[in-house]
């Protein structure tokens, strides 16, 4: 099946640093990527919808200056979490849309100190 | 606007026993319905989906059917393996094909 990457993993920063989490579709194009935010025991919420080559569509509540996305690419798109603070450790999980269904990245665990 | 509720965990079987976890949904229009799985440290897998009513979406002995009626997608497997210890995640595609989902209900199977 298809397949989105996510790099890095897990990354640890230091406070009022900023971290660029990168979504790859790596076999098909997504016009359309995702990205969404799990705090522990909670669902996946919906931050930001992003279309090759245009703005994000972001979701209420979320920060678009503190969360900036860019989809450059049909098969690449970038979430920077600038300014970054404790309470923005979470996991970020991002998804590509392709053809017929949404694709999963394994997610990117950030944890600001 | 669109929204899943499903049932929370955690949800703690044996080895072999039958496994249902509720899901309701409430959309306008026709929504699609799918459950995920994300097993420990990984991403989300889709599970199975449902398009229409009264379809009923079915992967490794997994099953759900779309129930317009009672608007419901509950998952069931008849007989649960350590193996199926993971999240389950209920969810909707909305009229923008924006995807919803439940909380997440946390299933721990135990040999």
């Known amino acids: 099946g298809a397949v989105v990457s996510q790099h890095p993993s897990r990354v640890i920063c230091k406070s009022g640093t900023s971290v660029k989490i990168e979504c790859r579709s790596l076999d098909f194009q997504a016009t359309t990527m995702f990205w969404y935010r799990q705090f522990p025991k909670q669902s996946l919420m919906l931050m930001a919808t992003s279309n090759e080559g245009s703005k994000a569509t972001y979701e209420q509540g979320v920060e678009k200056d503190k969360f900036l996305i860019n989809h450059a690419s049909l098969t690449l798109s970038t979430l920077t979490v600038t300014s970054a603070h404790p309470e923005d450790s979470s996991f970020y999980i991002c998804s590509a849309r392709g053809s017929t269904e949404q694709f999963f990245g394994p997610g990117t665990r950030l944890t600001v100190l | 606007g669109d929204s899943v509720t499903q049932m929370e965990g955690p949800v703690t079987l044996s080895e072999e026993a039958f496994l249902t976890i509720n899901c309701t949904y409430t959309?306008?229009?026709?929504?699609?319905l799918f459950w995920y799985v994300q097993y420990p440290g990984e991403g989300l897998q889709l599970l199975l989906k449902?398009?229409?009513?009264?379809d009923k979406g079915s992967n490794k002995g997994f099953e759900a059917t779309y129930r317009k009626e009672t608007t419901s997608f509950h998952l069931e497997k008849g007989s649960v393996q350590v193996s199926d210890s993971a999240v389950y995640f209920c969810?909707?595609?909305?009229?923008?094909?924006?995807?919803?989902f439940g909380a997440g209900t946390r299933l721990t199977v135990k040999p």
């Open positions: 959309a306008t229009g026709y929504p699609s």
């Open positions: 449902a398009t229409k009513a009264d």
């Open positions: 969810a909707l595609s909305d009229s923008n094909n924006d995807m919803r």
